[in-house]
């Protein structure tokens, strides 16, 4: 329907606006606040990691997209992490910090593969929430209401 078909045109102009012409294959996305508990630096650290165990070739095939503040006293600077820890070779890391709608959040769960969120302490987890309501995956620590959503129960193995 015609509804739909402007609403993926939308989300196909989101994606390049943020991207450019050189699309990545797979997409993790971050979506909360720059601040210290929600690890952010660490998430960095971790894609550097990813990418270097899964090769260069394959590296300049994905990308970390993070919707947050690029710098917050709250957190920490993270174009800056981010040039410590990432090559930019092939250790893409994109910052997308302007405040949007919630279509345009939406737009940025749907071009990404994977949301994560490894907050040290965390109450609930809106943006794996956000995200599993998108059909994406979630990558989220044992912590607060994010076990929930993930199903874990402590002491209890699942089938």
Known sequence: ????????EAMEN??????????????VFYNARNIRRKSTSDLIAAYSLFCDSIGKEKAKKCALLMHTQVADDNGTDLSVV?????????QRVVFHDARVGA?????????????????????????????????KM??????????????????????
């Open 103 to 135: 279509n345009e959040v939406n737009w940025l769960y749907n071009i990404s593969d994977v949301t994560c969120l490894i907050s040290s302490n965390e109450g609930w987890g809106l943006s794996l929430t956000e995200s599993l309501m998108a059909g």
């Open 14 to 27: 989101k994606r390049k606006s943020v991207f450019g012409n050189d699309i990545p294959e797979f997409v």
């Open 138 to 159: 979630i990558i989220g620590n044992v912590k607060g209401g994010m076990q929930d959503q993930m199903r874990f129960e402590i002491g209890r193995a699942h089938v």
């Open 82 to 90: 981010r040039d410590l820890l990432c090559d930019p070779e092939y």
């Open 1 to 8: 329907n015609e509804f739909m078909q402007g609403e993926y």
